[in-house]
C-alpha cells in the first residue's frame, strides 16, 4: 500500500484502531524516522485517546487505557537482552490488552501467530510503502483503503 502523505497513515491507524482486540499484536518495522510512532499514534488516538500520545523512545513503554481497550504502546530499539522483554511485561500485555511494537525484530519469539506486521520504507519526503502482513481478519481490516 501506498502512503502517499501522514493523513493516509492516520487513515491505516484509525482502520485498525477499529478492529483491535485483546491479543492482537501490531508489529512496526522500518528504519529510523519511518512513521512507526506516527502510525501507532493514530491507532491511539483513534482508539479515542485525547492527551498527549509520546514517543516511547526512552521510557520503552506507554500505557492507554480506552473506553474497552488497554493498548501498550512499546519502543523495542533499546531492548538488548531476553530478560529486560520479560520485565517489561510483554507477555501480560498481550493478556489484558492490544500491544503496538516498534523494532519488532527485537522480540521474533513473542509475537502471535496472529499478529499484524507492517514495515514502512519511506520513499520521499511524505511518502511511505506499507509493506503489510497478516491473516484473513487483518486483510478485510485494511482492504479498500
Ligand atoms: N506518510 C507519512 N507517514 C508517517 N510519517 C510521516 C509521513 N510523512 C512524513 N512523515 C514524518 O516522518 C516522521 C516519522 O517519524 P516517526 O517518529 O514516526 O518515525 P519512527 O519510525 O517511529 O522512528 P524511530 O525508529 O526513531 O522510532 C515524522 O516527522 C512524520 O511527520
Ligand atoms: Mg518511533
Known amino acids: ?20 482486540r485483546v491479543g492482537d499484536a501490531v508489529l512496526l518495522s522500518g528504519p529510523l524516522g519511518a512513521g512507526k510512532t506516527a502510525l501507532a499514534r493514530a491507532v491511539i488516538q483513534a482508539s479515542g485517546i485525547t492527551g498527549h500520545v509520546p514517543s516511547p523512545t526512552f521510557t520503552l513503554v506507554q500505557h492507554y487505557e480506552t473506553a474497552d481497550l488497554t493498548i501498550r504502546h512499546f519502543d523495542l530499539y533499546r531492548i538488548e537482552r531476553e530478560i529486560d522483554l520479560a520485565e517489561l511485561g510483554l507477555e501480560d500485555a498481550l493478556e489484558d ?18 499478529a499484524l506486521h507492517i514495515e514502512l520504507k519511506p520513499v520521499g ?3 511511505r510503502i506499507a509493506h503489510i502482513r497478516g491473516g484473513e481478519y487483518w ?3 485494511v482492504d479498500g483503503i
Not at 2 to 13: F, K, S, V
Not at 97 to 114: H, S
Open 1 to 20: 500500500m501506498t502512503l502517499a502523505d501522514e493523513a493516509a497513515t492516520r487513515a491505516l491507524g484509525a482502520r485498525i484502531a477499529g478492529a483491535l
Open 97 to 114: 490488552g492490544a500491544v503496538l511494537a516498534e523494532w519488532p525484530e527485537r522480540a521474533a519469539d513473542y509475537w502471535p501467530e496472529t
Open 125 to 127: 519526503e511524505q511518502t
Open 139 to 141: 486483510r478485510r481490516v
